[in-house]
C-alpha cells in the first residue's frame, strides 16, 4: 500500500472512529434503538423487505412510546434504503432511534456508514436501548495482514489472519508413509523413499503458500509458521518457501493441531510477536521523532508550532496520537483567522487577537480533520501513533498529540 493509500485508509478509520463515539454516547428509552449491518451481498429488495416485516411485527410492542420510535427508526431506514441499487463494496451499517436528549426529550438520528473498513459478513438486525457498534470497533482495532502456515508430516492448512478474523484458504493431505516399513523394503529403500515423500509433500506446501501469498507479498506484514517438531523446522531450514515470503517469516511457534483450528492456534502462540509487530512502524517513527528532538533539528511539537510548519509545506510526517480528542476553534480577527486549541465539547472561549482585539464567536473544527487536511493539501503523511507503548503515550501527554518530524529545518 502507498503512503497515500495509507494516508487514505487512516483517513477514512478515523471519521468511522468519530461517528462510532457519537453512536456509542446514544441512549434510547427502552429497546429502540436500531442497527443494521448488510454484507456486500445482500439484495437492496431483500433488506427492505426485512425491514418492512420487523416493522409489522412492532406493531405487537406494548409501550407506546416504544412501538412508536422502533416503528419511526425502521420507516427511516427504509426511506434511506431508496438511494441503494445495491449495497457499496464492503456493505454499509444503518443506525436509527430517538435518542434522550434530557428533561423527558427525545430526537430522531439516523446515520449511514458505507464501506467500513473490512467486508461485514453477516446481516445482523439489533434493537435495543444503545446502538450495537461493536463489531465496526473490532474492524477500526484490526491491523495488519498476515500469512498463516500449520503443517506437520500428515497435513498443512494455509491461510490469512486479517484483522483479528482468522480465514482458511488452502489445505492438503501427504502421503508421507508412517515410520514402519511395508514387509519386503529394506530399511535404506523404505527412508529414502519417506524422505522423497515428505520432500514432496513440503514442496506442496510451499506451493500452496506461494499462491496465495506471492500476489500480496508487498501487503503482508509478515507470516507466521506453526507445527510440531521437526516438522516446521524442517520446512523452514528447507527454505522451500519462495525467498520473498522467507525473509517475511516472523517466527515459528510449536501447536499441536494442524488443521483449521491450528491456524487459530497459531495466532494464539504468536500473540507477543503479533502485539510486538502492530506497533513497529509507531515505534519507529517516535524514535525518529525523539533522535530529531535531542540531537536534530527536525522535530516540532504542539498545535500551533505543528501547524505553522504544515502551512510552510515543511511537515514530511504529521504525528497523531490515537487518543487525541481536540476541536480547533477558528476566529476572524481584523482580516485574518486566529486559531485555538480546545477540548471536545468545551465552549468557545474569548480570544484576544495579535492586534488586541478579543472575539467571543468562532467556528469549532475537528482538530485531526482540520491538521489532515492541511498535511493532505502540502503532501504531508499523516501517521496516527498509538498510546500502547512509553513513547506514544508521551505524545500525548508531553507533547499534546500533535508532532511532526520535518522535511528541513525551519527554527519554528
Known amino acids: 500500500?502507498?503512503?497515500?493509500?495509507?494516508?487514505?485508509?487512516?483517513?477514512?478509520?478515523?471519521?468511522?472512529?468519530?461517528?462510532?463515539?457519537?453512536?456509542?454516547?446514544?441512549?434510547?428509552?427502552?429497546?429502540?434503538?436500531?442497527?443494521?449491518?448488510?454484507?456486500?451481498?445482500?439484495?437492496?429488495?431483500?433488506?427492505?423487505?426485512?425491514?418492512?416485516?420487523?416493522?409489522?411485527?412492532?406493531?405487537?410492542?406494548?409501550?407506546?412510546?416504544?412501538?412508536?420510535?422502533?416503528?419511526?427508526?425502521?420507516?427511516?431506514?427504509?426511506?434511506?434504503?431508496?438511494?441503494?441499487?445495491?449495497?457499496?463494496?464492503?456493505?454499509?451499517?444503518l443506525?436509527?432511534?430517538?435518542?434522550?436528549?434530557?428533561?423527558?426529550?427525545?430526537?430522531?438520528?439516523?446515520?449511514v456508514l458505507e464501506n467500513p473498513p473490512e467486508p461485514i459478513q453477516s446481516f445482523r438486525y439489533h434493537c435495543d436501548s444503545e446502538f450495537l457498534t461493536e463489531p465496526l470497533e473490532e474492524m477500526l482495532m484490526d491491523k495488519g495482514l498476515f500469512g498463516l502456515i500449520v503443517l506437520d508430516r500428515r497435513e498443512a492448512n494455509v491461510g490469512w489472519l486479517k484483522g483479528k478474523r482468522v480465514e482458511a484458504v488452502k489445505s492438503a493431505s501427504s502421503l508421507v508413509p508412517g515410520k514402519q516399513r511395508k514387509g519386503g523394503q529394506s530399511a535404506q529403500r523404505f527412508a529414502r523413499l519417506r524422505l522423497e515423500a515428505i520432500d514432496n509433500f513440503y514442496q506442496e506446501v510451499a506451493g500452496m503458500a506461494d499462491e496465495l501469498?506471492?500476489?500480496?507479498?508487498?501487503?503482508?506484514?509478515?507470516?507466521?509458521?506453526?507445527?510440531?517438531?521437526?516438522?516446521k523446522d524442517e520446512f523452514l531450514d528447507g527454505e522451500y518457501l519462495h525467498h520473498e515470503l522467507q525473509d517475511l517469516v516472523l517466527g515459528k511457534f510449536d501447536v499441536s493441531y494442524t488443521d483449521e483450528s491450528g491456524l487459530k492456534d497459531l495466532v494464539d502462540r504468536a500473540s507477543d510477536v503479533l502485539s510486538e509487530h502492530e506497533m513497529l512502524e509507531d515505534k519507529q517513527v517516535?524514535?525518529?521523532?525523539?533522535?530529531?528532538?535531542?540531537?536534530?533539528?527536525?522535530?516540532?511539537?504542539?498545535?500551533e508550532p505543528t501547524r505553522e510548519n504544515l502551512m510552510m509545506g515543511a511537515v514530511d510526517r504529521l504525528l497523531i496520537s490515537e487518543d487525541l480528542r481536540k476541536d480547533v476553534i477558528v476566529y476572524e480577527c481584523g482580516g485574518r483567522e486566529e486559531f485555538q486549541f480546545v477540548d471536545k465539547g468545551k465552549p468557545i472561549p474569548e480570544h484576544t487577537c495579535s492586534n488586541?482585539?478579543?472575539?467571543?464567536?468562532?467556528?469549532?473544527?475537528?482538530?485531526?480533520?482540520?491538521?489532515?487536511?492541511?498535511?493532505?493539501?502540502?503532501?504531508?503523511?499523516?501517521?496516527?501513533?498509538?498510546?500502547?507503548?512509553?513513547?506514544?503515550?508521551?505524545?500525548?501527554?508531553?507533547?499534546?498529540?500533535?508532532?511532526?518530524?520535518?522535511?528541513y529545518s525551519t527554527g519554528v
Request: hydrophobic share 30%; proline share 4%.
Open 1 to 93: 500500500m502507498s503512503d497515500s493509500e495509507q494516508a487514505q485508509t487512516d483517513k477514512q478509520k478515523y471519521e468511522f472512529q468519530k461517528v462510532i463515539e457519537e453512536l456509542r454516547d446514544y441512549r434510547g428509552s427502552g429497546t429502540q434503538l436500531v442497527s443494521i449491518y448488510v454484507p456486500p451481498d445482500r439484495q437492496i429488495s431483500d433488506i427492505v423487505a426485512h425491514v418492512t416485516q420487523e416493522h409489522s411485527e412492532a406493531a405487537n410492542i406494548k409501550s407506546k412510546d416504544t412501538r412508536t420510535s422502533v416503528q419511526d427508526a425502521l420507516t427511516s431506514i427504509k426511506d434511506r434504503m431508496k438511494y441503494y441499487k445495491q449495497p457499496p463494496d464492503n456493505g454499509m451499517v
Open 213 to 231: 501469498f506471492v500476489p500480496k507479498r508487498h501487503d503482508i506484514n509478515g507470516i507466521l509458521v506453526g507445527g510440531p517438531s521437526p516438522t
Open 95 to 111: 443506525f436509527s432511534g430517538a435518542i434522550n436528549t434530557g428533561g423527558g426529550q427525545s430526537d430522531m438520528v439516523t446515520r
Open 356 to 407: 488586541g482585539e478579543t472575539v467571543s464567536d468562532g467556528e469549532r473544527e475537528d482538530a485531526i480533520d482540520h491538521l489532515m487536511e492541511l498535511a493532505d493539501q502540502r503532501g504531508s503523511e499523516t501517521v496516527f501513533v498509538s498510546t500502547d507503548f512509553e513513547k506514544g503515550e508521551q505524545l500525548m501527554t508531553a507533547f499534546g498529540g500533535v508532532a511532526g518530524l520535518l522535511r
Open 286 to 303: 517516535m524514535e525518529e521523532f525523539f533522535e530529531e528532538l535531542h540531537d536534530g533539528e527536525r522535530a516540532t511539537y504542539g498545535f
